[in-house]
Structure formats: structure tokens, C-alpha cells
């Protein structure tokens, strides 16, 4: 399903690779945890895998497709289709309420019965009381549920998380691990999610792990 081989990145103007020589892989449906220290490379790696970067070298094949290769503009649709992401920062608008940003992703897959989904996801999360407020209106658990349902509008193959539990206490971490993990296993979906939350690998006893190593400027000048 997500099978990266050989993969290096580097930032422009950085001294040092991000990610260097890196393979693994993953079937379909299975789980995978990227650890690793701040700086790691985690977000560099999810954003590579959903075809956000471009690596300098290696391939990143998705359900067999090289994403690696894609131009921007299939880039986009290849993503709005395949992959769910839920990024660190969450990304949502904040001038929308929570079913609107829900549909945002509707847009990345031309949709139908959009609303019909969207509320089924409402429900499934606990958010149908939330549908009209806004993001600030909204504890940080439920804005990380708003999130998810937008990374599963479009039943994903691949649903990438980073960081899902940061700032969550040790309940609310095993409701957020407990609610991704039973959503990616009604879709089918492999699921990759990036933390250094040792939480995440205890509820995770069976998921595969990857382990970034930082990667240090040598002589230690700036
Ligand atoms: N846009 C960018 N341009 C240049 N360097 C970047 C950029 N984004 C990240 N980096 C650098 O790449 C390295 C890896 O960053 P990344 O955010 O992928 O790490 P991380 O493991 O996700 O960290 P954290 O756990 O703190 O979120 C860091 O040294 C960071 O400073």
C-alpha cells in the first residue's frame, strides 16, 4: 500500500538532510507509528508521503502509484481522493463552522451526498451539537475530531495524523487513538500516525514502528 524506498529530503538553503537514505513499508490496512525526537523529520516525511513536498531523491509509491512524480495540479486530486490528512496545526477556517469545514473536503473529490456524509461523521464523532459552531467555539478535543472527520469525508486508502494527541490528557488520548483507529478500520484505510507521544505506541501494541533519527549539522556552526 505505502511502500518508500530509498527516500532523501532536504530543505532549501538547509545544510543537512531531513530524511536520509529512509525505507519502509506498509500493507493495506495496516497501522504504522513514526517516532523520533522534535526536528526528526516526522511532518517532513507525512507531508512528502501525501505529495505536499517533492523528495530530492528515492520513490514513494501509494497504492502503486509513484507520488513522488506527480505535478502539482495532480498532486492535488491525486491527494483529495486517496489521502486523509490530519495535519499538526489542523488547518481549519476559522470564519466556518464545523460542518463547513467538514465539506471542505468535498470539494477535493466533486462528491455526492456530501451532507449525507458529513452528518454521518457528525454523528460518528459526537460532534451533531457542534455542527454550527465555529472553531474557537470548540474544546481542542473536538476541534481534533473536526479534523479527523474532514481527513475521512472521502473514505481515504490512506489516512496520514500528526501529532493527533499533543496536548490531550491520558483519557482523551485513548479516545482520540481509540476513535482514529476504529474509523481507518471502517474504511479499510492504512493508517500512519507521526508523534512522540509514548502513549500512542502503548495503545498501538501492534502497529509497525519507524524511528527518525535527527540529523545534526556537522562542527556545529549555524
Ligand atoms: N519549510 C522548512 N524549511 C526549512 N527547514 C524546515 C522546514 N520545515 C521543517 N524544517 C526543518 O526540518 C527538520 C524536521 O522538521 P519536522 O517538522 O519534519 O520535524 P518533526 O519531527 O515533525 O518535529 P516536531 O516533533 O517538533 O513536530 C527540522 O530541523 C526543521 O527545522
Known amino acids: 500500500m505505502l511502500h518508500i524506498s530509498n527516500l532523501s529530503h532536504r530543505y532549501p538553503h538547509a545544510h543537512v538532510d531531513q530524511l536520509n537514505s529512509l525505507s519502509f513499508r ?3 490496512g495496516e497501522h504504522a507509528v513514526l517516532l523520533g525526537s522534535s ?28 507520488v513522488s512524480t506527480l505535478l502539482p495540479a495532480d498532486a492535488d486530486r491525486w491527494r483529495g481522493t ?3 490528512f490530519m495535519p499538526q496545526k489542523l488547518a481549519l477556517v476559522a470564519a466556518l463552522n464545523v460542518e463547513e469545514n467538514i465539506l471542505l473536503a468535498a470539494y477535493a473529490s466533486n462528491r455526492e451526498q456530501s451532507h449525507a456524509r458529513a452528518q454521518h461523521l457528525l454523528d460518528a464523532l459526537g460532534l451533531s451539537e457542534k455542527k ?17 472527520a474532514r481527513a475521512l469525508f472521502n473514505r481515504p ?45 502503548a495503545a498501538l501494541p501492534l502497529a ?12 556545529g556552526g549555524v
Do not use: F, M, W, Y
Not at 40 to 65: C, E, F, M, W, Y
Not at 135 to 143: A, I, M
Not at 208 to 219: A, I, S
Open 132 to 148: 454550527r459552531a465555529k472553531p474557537h467555539e470548540l474544546s481542542q478535543g473536538q476541534r481534533q475530531r473536526v479534523a479527523l
Open 26 to 28: 506498509i500493507e493495506a
Open 208 to 219: 509497525k514502528t519507524l524511528r527518525l533519527p535527527v540529523h545534526k549539522q556537522q562542527g
Open 157 to 201: 486508502q490512506l489516512l496520514l495524523a500528526d501529532e493527533p494527541t499533543a496536548n490531550l490528557d491520558d483519557d482523551s488520548c485513548r479516545a482520540a487513538i481509540d476513535l482514529l483507529l476504529a474509523q481507518a478500520n471502517e474504511i479499510g484505510a492504512s493508517l500512519v500516525i507521526a508523534t512522540h507521544d509514548s502513549r500512542v505506541l
Open 82 to 84: 486517496t489521502v486523509g
Open 39 to 66: 526536528g526528526s523529520g516526522k511532518s517532513t516525511l507525512l507531508h512528502l508521503i501525501a505529495a505536499i513536498l517533492k523528495p530530492q531523491n528515492g520513490s514513494i509509491l501509494v497504492a502503486g502509484r509513484d
